[in-house]
């Protein structure tokens, strides 16, 4: 009987974990909002880049005018 809830304890935890990881796929419409997301993460890398490029060119004219 102790062998079995040793088993049962150390099964819970990749197995609960599994679960969850099945339930929030499911939750988040598996497939069908992925080219929403595609987009908005590609615009949010665009967002990124300009933004280190504005800091390039900052931190270029501060080095400049030293």
Known sequence: MEALLLGLAVLA?????GAMMWFMMRGS???????????TA???????????????????HAEGTR
């Open 42 to 60: 590609e615009q949010e890398v665009a967002r990124l880049r300009a933004e280190v490029d504005q800091l390039r060119a900052a931190r270029e």
């Open 29 to 39: 419409g598996g497939q069908g909002g992925g080219s929403q997301r595609d987009q």
């Open 13 to 17: 935890c990749p197995v609960g974990m």
